[in-house]
């Protein structure tokens, strides 16, 4: 686990670091014919940063901690201690991790969280929404709003009703804010504060949002999982395993790296292994990105 500074104009980036977990290619793109060499000298960029030099990806679960306009706000919560995940990725079922601890020594006491908001309602941006408390689940920020993109809880909600997994991730993290009176449903092009807006980028779930950010002529970008890996920059066609519409989603990727390339908007995804931002290229008819080290 790590914690790491960045800044954005007058604004502060804190990225809390859950785990770090390597993925191959092949399972990224599972309907590629076939996987991407990304030892490749073609592609050179994805490391150190974001490749080993074992053939797999190097991705991140982390939560970004933005402090700006006197708002300090939570973009997308990890997957969270004492989550029952079975049938999902391992490292998600049964947490018992020090995330929590480290959020805090990062300095920031729960109480001090103004708003949270997940990119999407997955089970790695949510779970720490809510932890366990003497057996009862809790909203984990207790002072804080709780922003949900009002498409995209409706459809998780609604999934719940026929999907046990999906009822399990409702009734352990995305329901304990709402009960306790702390949620906000908001529309998909919401503003925050003269700094902060959300950017519809659906296709990876119903409702998902980019987080922006603009301050003292700097912009950024919090794109959850738009895209997981920068290696999609490379192949932004491609499907990745858990996009819910796979033509909505590479067309929202595409417009997003042909609006971002060439400009210094900078671009944090939330599993890109650290150090995180980066910036967008041209790169023959596809696209890359470069690591912005601070």
Known sequence: MATFQSRIGDA????????ILPTSVRWMFPDAEAPFDILNPA????QPHFANDRGHLLQSIQSFVIQVDGITLVVDTGVGNDK???GGIGDFNM???PFLEEFVAAGFPVESVDLVIATHMHTDHVGWNARLEGGTWVPTFPRARYLYVDREWAHWQAEAETSEATRTLVEDSLRPPLEAGLVDLVPPTHRISDSLWLEPSHGHSPGHVNVRVGSAG???AFIGDMMHSP???AAPEERPTFDRDAKWARETRREFLERTAGTQVRVYGSHF???VAGLVERDGGNFRFIAVDE
Do not use: D, K, M, N
Not at 12 to 19: A, D, H, P, Q, Y
Not at 43 to 46: E, K
């Open 218 to 220: 700097v912009e950024a």
């Open 95 to 97: 947490r018992s991790g």
């Open 84 to 86: 029952q995940r079975g």
């Open 273 to 275: 292994h650290r150090p």
């Open 43 to 46: 592609l050179p960029w994805l």
């Open 12 to 19: 502060t980036v804190t990225t809390v670091e859950e785990f």
């Open 231 to 233: 290696l999609q920059c």
